[in-house]
């Protein structure tokens, strides 16, 4: 059983263009949630998705920042309009579905590290 | 609960001797708490977790204590190896309809050989 994916694993980009960082879930995990890493900090909580919802997107800058979680394919966070401050590493993590009694523990994937130029 | 800080602390431990790591959380509502273990340049690794009605639970080597009167988790880990040495992050969950995690600033565990 392959763990959480995330792809790719280092992303440049200069000011001004759009990052997508893409996130696959474990498989029969259908919770995915988005964490941005600061170097030298713990992770910060960004959103909650579940299969084409957003349920928590609390911790998502108000703008240039969105995020999807598609019937079909990857959860995708997506940073319009790259700025220097947005150069962190984004972890993504998934959990299984309510009623397995596991729903709250969060199983990490390798991160997207991105340089804004 | 979130400490932010340029420079993580450091515990440096002998190889062979038990670890101690330290975390004070935040929310008193809180009711599940997780370690994790993050090696350089990967994603945060699942260690152990352990329910608010619990005080104590105990892993392959490594056992988990929680103080819930003064907010205070703590990781222990029983004969310390060089491949333990990394930053370890204890994160709660509030227990909302949000699920997430809120992280602890982190402790660098450096084992000397």
């Known amino acids: 059983n392959a763990g959480v994916m995330q792809n790719p694993r280092h992303l440049v980009r200069r000011r001004g263009q759009e990052a997508r960082l893409r996130c696959s879930p474990m498989?029969?995990?259908?919770?995915v949630y988005w964490y941005r890493q600061l170097p030298e900090e713990g992770l910060k909580f960004m959103v909650y998705?579940?299969?084409?919802?957003?349920?928590?997107e609390s911790g998502m800058p108000k703008e240039r920042f969105s995020a999807e979680f598609p019937k079909e394919g990857p959860s995708i966070l997506r940073i319009q309009q790259v700025v220097r401050g947005d150069s962190a590493a984004y972890f993504c993590?998934?959990?299984?579905?309510?009623?397995?009694?596991?729903?709250?523990?969060?199983?990490f994937g390798p991160g997207t590290r991105l340089t804004v130029l | 609960g979130e400490s932010v800080g340029l420079h993580l602390p450091t515990l440096s431990v002998q190889e062979g001797d038990n670890s101690i790591i330290n975390c004070a959380y935040s929310?008193?509502?809180?009711?599940?708490f997780i370690w994790y273990k993050q090696e350089s340049g990967k994603g945060p690794q699942f260690i152990i977790d352990?329910?608010?009605?619990?005080d104590k639970r105990q892993g392959q080597r490594v056992t988990v204590l929680l103080n819930k009167t003064v907010k205070h988790l703590s990781l222990q880990i029983a004969a310390t190896q060089p491949g333990d040495s990394a930053v370890y992050f204890c994160?709660?969950?509030?227990?909302?309809?949000?699920?997430?995690?809120?992280f602890g600033g982190g402790t660098r565990l450096m084992v000397k050989p």
């Open positions: 352990i329910r608010s009605n619990m």
């Open positions: 998705l579940q299969k084409e919802n957003i349920i928590d």
């Open positions: 994160a709660e969950n509030w227990g909302n309809a949000g699920n997430m995690l809120t």
């Open positions: 929310n008193s509502a809180s009711d599940y």
């Open positions: 498989k029969g995990h259908s919770h």
């Open positions: 993590a998934s959990s299984p579905p309510v009623g397995t009694g596991t729903t709250d523990t969060q199983y």
